[in-house]
C-alpha cells in the first residue's frame, strides 16, 4: 500500500508542477503596464553647427584666432573653423593669419592645396 501512496504522491507533486509551469508562463505573457516618472528630464540635443550660415569678408576678419576668438578662414567660398588644427596653432599656418580668404595663399603659396582642410569643421560660406 505504501508504494501505492509513493506512487500517487509523486504523481500529484507532478501535476502540480505542471500546473506551476504553465501558470507561470502565462503570467510571463502578460504584459504589465510600467509607469513613467513624470519628472523625467529629456536631454537636449547639442546644437548643430549652422554650415548655412554666410559670411561677409568683413565678418571673417573678426574670427582671426585672438584673445580667445575662434580662428576662421575661407577657402574657395567655404568658411572653415581652423581653430583646433594644429597646422595652425596660434592662428597663423606659414605666415597666414586667420580671419581671411585664403584662396589665392593656398593656390599660389601652399605645397598642399586645400586638401589638408579636412581636418577643419565647415561652419558656413562666403556672401557672393
Known amino acids: 500500500m ?9 504523481i500529484l507533486l507532478g ?8 501558470s507561470g508562463c502565462e503570467a510571463a505573457e502578460e504584459e504589465v503596464p510600467v509607469d513613467e516618472p513624470e519628472d523625467v528630464v529629456e536631454e537636449e540635443e547639442p546644437e548643430e553647427v549652422d ?13 582671426d584666432g585672438q584673445d580667445g576668438r575662434p580662428a576662421y578662414i575661407v577657402v574657395d567660398g567655404v568658411v572653415y573653423d581652423v581653430t ?30 586645400a586638401g589638408q582642410l579636412d581636418r577643419a569643421e565647415i ?6
Open 51 to 63: 554650415e548655412e550660415q554666410v559670411f561677409t569678408l568683413e565678418e571673417i576678419a573678426q574670427y
Open 15 to 22: 501535476l502540480a508542477m505542471i500546473a506551476l509551469v504553465f
Open 84 to 113: 583646433d588644427v594644429p597646422q595652425w596653432s596660434g592662428a597663423e599656418h606659414f605666415g597666414f593669419e586667420a580671419g581671411i580668404d585664403a584662396t589665392e595663399a593656398l593656390e599660389d603659396a601652399a605645397p598642399h592645396g
Open 123 to 128: 561652419v558656413g560660406t562666403l556672401a557672393e
Open 2 to 10: 505504501r508504494s501505492k501512496n509513493n506512487t500517487l504522491f509523486f
